[in-house]
C-alpha cells in the first residue's frame, strides 16, 4: 500500500460497516476507508467477502491490502495479520427473544442453543468458556453478519446468540424482539488488519497515523454519530410500527411510489421515507396546521406544485417529489451528496430561507456549510432566543427539522436493508476516492 496508488479493502455487507444507500455506497468502516485513502491521496477498490473465514482468507492471500469490516481483535489474529491501533470498542452480548428464558449467568448458557457468526472471535470466547463448562454447546453460522443469527433468534430457531454491541443496537431496530440478556467477556477494539509482508511496517505506519489524526480532529467520533447516533431519535417502537407498516401498507404504495420516483429520478425509497414520515402512508392525513395529504402539502405549496386534490395520492407524491427535486436543485452547486439529500429534506421542512439562516450561522461558528453534520448541529439555535434574533427569518422548529431528517435517513435505512440479501450476491464493485468540492468551498454572503 502506496501513498498515490490503489488501496485494496475487504470488507462485509453489513449496515455497520458497507452497503449500498440507493444509489450510493456508505457504512462507518466504508467513510472511514474514504477519509483514509483521501488523507493519502489513494483510489478505494473495495473487495465484498460473504463471511469472516472468507474476509481473512482473502487478506491471508494477499489479495487485499487491508481488512475493514468491524474485526475486533483477537490473539489468533495478530497472529496471522498486523493490526492498527483501534477506532471503536464494541461489546460482545448474549441476546435472546424477549418473553424467552433470560440467562443471567454464564453457567446459564449451558444447555441453550447457541449460534455465534463463523470465524468470529465469539468462538474463541466460547472455547474458552467451555474449559470450565464442558456442557457448553454452540452451533457457527456461516453468514456475512450478526443480522442471521438475531433473524434465528426471532425466528425461535435458535435460543440465544452472541453478537457485538454497536451491532446489535443497529440490528435490533430491524429484530426488535431481539433483547440483550447479559455481557460477556470484556469489550475488544475493533481495529484494521493488514497483510503481512515486507511493506507492512510501512504501510501500518500511515493506518496509525491516520486513525490518530482522525481520532484527535473528532472525525471519527463524528463518524460514529452519523452513522450509529441517529438511530436514537426514532425509538423501537417506531421501528416496529414501520416494519409492520412495511410488511402490511408499502405493497400497496410501493408500485405508485416507484412510478413517482422515476418520473423525478429519485430513489423510490427517500420517496417511500418522506411520505412515511409525513403522513404515514396515508392519503387522507391531515394535521391541524393546515397540512394535508399523503406528502402534507400546504394549500399554497400545492396550487403552486399545480396540485388540485391534496388527497389524490399520485398528485401529493408528484407535488412532494416536485417540491423536493426544486429544493435540491436551488442549493448551491457545490454542496456533494448525500449532504445535498439532507440539506434539501431540512429545506423541505422548515424551508430554504431558515435552512439558509442555519447555514451562515453554522459558517460563522467555525463549521462547514456544506456539510450535513455540521448544519445539523446549529438547526436547533433557530429556536434558541440568544441566536434567532440576529437570523434574517428569524424563530424556526430547529430541533424539529433535526428529528425529520433523522427519521427519514432511518427508515430509508430500514428500507434498505431490507434489500441487503440483493447486494450480497453483487460482485465487488471499483469506488473511486472523489474529493468533495467543499475542499474549494467559496465563502457565503453575510446577510
Ligand atoms: N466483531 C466480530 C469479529 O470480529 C464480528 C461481528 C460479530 O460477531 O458481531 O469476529
Given at each position: 500500500?502506496?501513498?498515490?496508488?490503489?488501496?485494496v479493502?475487504?470488507?462485509?455487507n453489513?449496515?455497520?460497516?458497507?452497503?449500498?444507500?440507493?444509489d450510493?455506497?456508505?457504512?462507518?468502516?466504508?467513510?472511514?476507508?474514504?477519509?483514509?485513502?483521501?488523507?493519502y491521496?489513494?483510489?478505494?477498490?473495495i473487495?465484498?467477502?460473504?463471511?469472516?473465514?472468507?474476509?481473512?482468507?482473502?487478506?491471508?492471500?494477499?489479495?487485499?491490502?487491508?481488512?475493514?469490516?468491524?474485526l475486533?481483535?483477537?490473539?489468533?489474529r495478530?497472529?496471522?495479520?498486523?493490526?492498527?491501533?483501534?477506532?471503536?470498542?464494541q461489546?460482545?452480548?448474549?441476546?435472546?427473544?424477549?418473553?424467552?428464558?433470560?440467562?443471567?449467568?454464564?453457567?446459564?448458557?449451558?444447555g441453550?442453543d447457541?449460534?455465534?457468526?463463523?470465524?468470529?472471535?465469539?468462538?474463541?470466547?466460547?472455547?474458552?468458556?467451555?474449559?470450565?463448562?464442558?456442557?457448553?454447546?454452540?452451533?457457527?453460522?456461516?453468514?456475512?453478519?450478526?443480522?442471521e443469527?438475531?433473524?434465528?433468534?426471532?425466528?425461535?430457531?435458535?435460543?440465544?446468540?452472541?453478537?457485538?454491541?454497536?451491532?446489535?443496537?443497529?440490528?435490533?431496530?430491524?429484530?426488535?424482539?431481539?433483547?440483550?440478556?447479559?455481557?460477556?467477556?470484556?469489550?475488544?477494539?475493533?481495529?484494521?488488519?493488514?497483510?503481512?509482508?515486507e511493506?507492512?511496517?510501512?504501510?501500518?505506519?500511515?493506518?496509525?497515523?491516520?486513525?490518530?489524526?482522525?481520532?484527535?480532529?473528532?472525525?471519527?467520533?463524528?463518524?460514529?454519530?452519523?452513522?450509529?447516533?441517529?438511530?436514537?431519535?426514532?425509538?423501537?417502537?417506531?421501528?416496529?410500527?414501520?416494519?409492520?407498516?412495511?410488511?402490511?401498507?408499502?405493497?400497496?404504495?410501493?408500485?405508485?411510489?416507484?412510478?413517482?420516483?422515476?418520473?423525478?429520478?429519485?430513489?423510490?425509497?427517500l420517496?417511500?421515507?418522506?411520505?412515511?414520515?409525513?403522513?404515514?402512508?396515508?392519503?387522507?392525513?391531515?394535521?391541524?396546521?393546515?397540512?394535508?395529504?399523503?406528502?402534507?402539502?400546504?394549500?399554497?405549496?400545492a396550487?403552486?406544485?399545480?396540485?388540485?386534490?391534496?388527497?389524490?395520492?399520485?398528485?401529493?407524491?408528484?407535488?412532494?417529489?416536485?417540491?423536493?427535486?426544486?429544493?435540491?436543485?436551488?442549493?448551491?452547486?457545490?454542496?456533494?451528496?448525500?449532504?445535498?439529500?439532507?440539506?434539501?429534506?431540512?429545506?423541505?421542512?422548515?424551508g430554504?430561507?431558515?435552512?439558509?439562516?442555519?447555514?451562515?450561522?453554522?459558517?460563522?461558528?467555525?463549521?462547514?456549510?456544506?456539510?450535513?453534520?455540521?448544519?445539523?448541529?446549529?438547526?436547533?439555535?433557530?429556536?434558541?432566543?440568544?441566536?434567532?434574533?440576529m437570523?434574517?427569518?428569524?424563530?424556526?422548529?430547529?430541533?424539529?427539522?433535526?428529528?425529520?431528517?433523522?427519521?427519514?435517513?432511518?427508515?430509508?435505512?430500514?428500507?434498505?436493508?431490507?434489500?441487503?440479501?440483493?447486494?450480497?450476491?453483487?460482485?465487488?464493485?471499483?469506488?473511486d476516492?472523489?474529493?468533495?468540492a467543499?475542499?474549494?468551498?467559496?465563502?457565503?454572503?453575510?446577510?
Amino acid at each position: 500500500m502506496t501513498e498515490g496508488e490503489e488501496v485494496v479493502v475487504v470488507t462485509r455487507n453489513t449496515p455497520t460497516t458497507y452497503y449500498v444507500e440507493g444509489d450510493r455506497a456508505s457504512g462507518f468502516e466504508y467513510e472511514l476507508i474514504r477519509a483514509f485513502a483521501r488523507e493519502y491521496n489513494m483510489r478505494i477498490s473495495i473487495k465484498v467477502a460473504f463471511s469472516l473465514p472468507e474476509l481473512l482468507d482473502i487478506l491471508a492471500s494477499g489479495e487485499a491490502h487491508l481488512a475493514a469490516a468491524g474485526l475486533s481483535q483477537s490473539a489468533s489474529r495478530d497472529a496471522r495479520f498486523v493490526a492498527s491501533n483501534p477506532y471503536l470498542y464494541q461489546q460482545p452480548l448474549v441476546v435472546y427473544k424477549s418473553g424467552a428464558l433470560r440467562p443471567r449467568s454464564l453457567d446459564a448458557l449451558a444447555g441453550r442453543d447457541i449460534v455465534v457468526l463463523a470465524g468470529s472471535v465469539h468462538v474463541e470466547t466460547l472455547s474458552a468458556l467451555q474449559q470450565d463448562l464442558p456442557e457448553l454447546a454452540w452451533r457457527e453460522i456461516h453468514a456475512t453478519d450478526s443480522l442471521e443469527l438475531m433473524q434465528l433468534v426471532t425466528d425461535e430457531k435458535a435460543d440465544l446468540a452472541i453478537v457485538d454491541s454497536i451491532e446489535f443496537s443497529i440490528q435490533q431496530q430491524l429484530l426488535p424482539r431481539v433483547v440483550a440478556a447479559m455481557e460477556i467477556g470484556d469489550s475488544t477494539p475493533n481495529v484494521w488488519y493488514l497483510t503481512q509482508d515486507e511493506h507492512s511496517e510501512a504501510s501500518l505506519g500511515l493506518v496509525n497515523q491516520f486513525i490518530a489524526r482522525a481520532t484527535e480532529q473528532g472525525q471519527i467520533a463524528q463518524l460514529k454519530q452519523e452513522h450509529f447516533g441517529r438511530w436514537e431519535h426514532a425509538s423501537r417502537v417506531g421501528s416496529l410500527i414501520f416494519q409492520r407498516k412495511m410488511r402490511d401498507d408499502l405493497p400497496k404504495w410501493q408500485p405508485m411510489l416507484e412510478q413517482v420516483a422515476e418520473e423525478y429520478q429519485m430513489d423510490w425509497r427517500l420517496l417511500a421515507a418522506m411520505a412515511y414520515q409525513e403522513s404515514n402512508w396515508n392519503p387522507n392525513a391531515r394535521s391541524h396546521t393546515g397540512v394535508r395529504g399523503m406528502m402534507m402539502l400546504t394549500r399554497a405549496t400545492a396550487s403552486e406544485l399545480g396540485v388540485e386534490d391534496r388527497t389524490d395520492p399520485l398528485q401529493s407524491l408528484r407535488g412532494g417529489a416536485r417540491f423536493f427535486k426544486t429544493l435540491l436543485r436551488r442549493l448551491p452547486s457545490d454542496i456533494e451528496e448525500p449532504d445535498r439529500t439532507f440539506l434539501a429534506l431540512a429545506a423541505y421542512n422548515i424551508g430554504m430561507g431558515h435552512l439558509e439562516d442555519a447555514r451562515i450561522m453554522t459558517q460563522r461558528a467555525g463549521g462547514d456549510p456544506h456539510l450535513w453534520p455540521d448544519v445539523r448541529a446549529h438547526l436547533p439555535k433557530l429556536q434558541n432566543p440568544n441566536h434567532f434574533p440576529m437570523t434574517k427569518f428569524g424563530f424556526a422548529e430547529g430541533e424539529q427539522a433535526v428529528t425529520y431528517v433523522d427519521n427519514i435517513r432511518h427508515y430509508e435505512g430500514l428500507l434498505s436493508f431490507q434489500n441487503l440479501p440483493e447486494h450480497r450476491i453483487s460482485p465487488p464493485i471499483q469506488v473511486d476516492a472523489l474529493f468533495p468540492a467543499y475542499l474549494w468551498q467559496a465563502p457565503l454572503p453575510v446577510l
